[in-house]
T-cell receptor, first 115, second 114 residues
Framework: KAGVTQTPRYLIKTRGQQVTLSCSPI?????VSWYQQTPGQGLQFLFE???????NKGNFPGRFSGRQFSNSRSEMNVSTLELGDSALYLC??????????????FGPGTRLTVT | GENVEQHPSTLSVQEGDSAVIKCTYS??????FPWYKQELGKRPQLIID?????GEKKDQRIAVTLNKTAKHFSLHITETQPEDSAVYFC?????????????FGQGTILTVHP
């Protein structure tokens, strides 16, 4: 099976702009989780979508949002970008049908730089 | 919410030695504990995981142990090789309404010297 893919791989944006990142999960996986990775804060959970519904949300401001489509592909959006939003954004896909946690498989990430 | 502490932050070993990385978690409801390896510029890669109904799991040179009472779990790598050099992350998930949420430790930079 093809792995998790993310586009674009690299982005440079200016403060105040907005950005949309895309994630395509492994075929058959209906859960997509998003994480932010920075040297200072490590890997932090943003949110998780399952069957087009946001099931969990981390402690990030409302500028961070996401959605999931009927084919399980997911997008995340960051509005009014700040310098501190510069990070590697990773998505992970999982079966996570319910009942217990399943393995999460990560995509290659999108490196966002805000100037 | 869940909090995961990971130690040590850096670990340097000679090729062939064993390496042990330890994590503690705070939420007693956590029931799934994966370990990821991340090489420089690459994605985190799942290397082993354990569920709360199991005390130990082994996969070739890698093993993970879980002590639910003490709320800690450890990664053991035996006969280390230079290609084991990477950042290792532990994580915890509590299931329930948090199936898709992993809380990560801060990471351990493992360096294996030839």
């Amino acid at each position: 099976k093809a792995g998790v893919t993310q586009t674009p791989r690299y982005l440079i944006k200016t403060r105040g702009q907005q950005v949309t990142l895309s994630c395509s999960p492994i075929s058959g996986h209906r859960s997509v989780s998003w994480y932010q990775q920075t040297p200072g804060q490590g890997l932090q959970f943003l949110f998780e979508y399952f069957s087009e519904t946001q099931r969990n949300k981390g402690n990030f401001p409302g500028r961070f949002s996401g959605r999931q489509f009927s084919n399980s592909r997911s997008e995340m959006n960051v509005s009014t970008l700040e310098l501190g939003d510069s990070a590697l954004y990773l998505c992970a896909s999982s079966l996570n049908r319910g009942g217990f946690s399943y393995e999460q498989y990560f995509g290659p990430g999108t490196r966002l730089t805000v100037t | 919410g869940e909090n995961v502490e990971q130690h040590p932050s850096t670990l340097s070993v000679q090729e062939g030695d064993s390496a042990v990385i330890k994590c503690t978690y705070s939420d007693s409801a956590s029931n799934y504990f994966p370990w990821y390896k991340q090489e420089l510029g690459k994605r985190p890669q799942l290397i082993i995981d354990i569920r709360s109904n199991v005390g130990e799991k082994k996969d070739q040179r890698i093993a993970v142990t879980l002590n639910k009472t003490a709320k800690h779990f450890s990664l053991h790598i035996t006969e280390t090789q230079p290609e084991d050099s990477a950042v290792y992350f532990c994580a915890a998930s509590s299931g329930g309404t948090s199936y898709g949420k992993l809380t990560f430790g801060q990471g351990t930079i493992l360096t294996v010297h030839p």
